[in-house]
């Protein structure tokens, strides 16, 4: 079992930057894909950014292709996600999850508590 926490939320400006991290522990870092999903107030959650286990990989939402970047650190068992170009649609609720395997397929088992994001007009 993994054990995920997220930090980095805040309050930003449009227009403006944040870095989100996602600490991992009690399982093997590198040998599983990692994703982040936010959830809006009354919206469902949905998909952000995925990245497979050696950071070779990554797949976007379209809604934040060109504005957000996922990285990994497997020395520091730790997942990023820097969102630039931030919009007032991007308030949400962020969190990091992880997947039982290495590359993008299938679905995610483990996920943190999430981190508030909130982007004032």
């Known amino acids: 079992q993994v054990q995920l926490a997220e930090s980095g939320g805040g309050l930003v400006q449009a227009g403006g930057s944040l870095r989100l991290s996602c600490a991992a522990s009690?399982?093997?870092?590198?040998?599983?894909?990692m994703g982040w999903f936010r959830q809006a107030p009354g919206k469902e959650r949905e998909f952000v950014a995925a990245i497979n286990w050696s950071g070779g990989n990554t797949d976007y939402a379209d809604s934040v292709k060109g504005r957000f970047t996922i990285s990994r650190d497997n020395i520091k068992n730790t997942v990023y996600l820097q969102m630039n170009n931030l919009r007032p649609q991007d308030t949400a609720v962020y969190y990091c999850?992880?997947?039982?395997?290495?590359?993008?397929?299938?679905?995610?088992?483990?996920w943190g508590q999430g981190t508030q994001v909130t982007v004032s007009s």
């Open positions: 009690g399982r093997t870092f590198s040998s599983y894909a």
């Open positions: 999850a992880a997947r039982n395997r290495p590359d993008l397929s299938g679905g995610y088992y483990a």
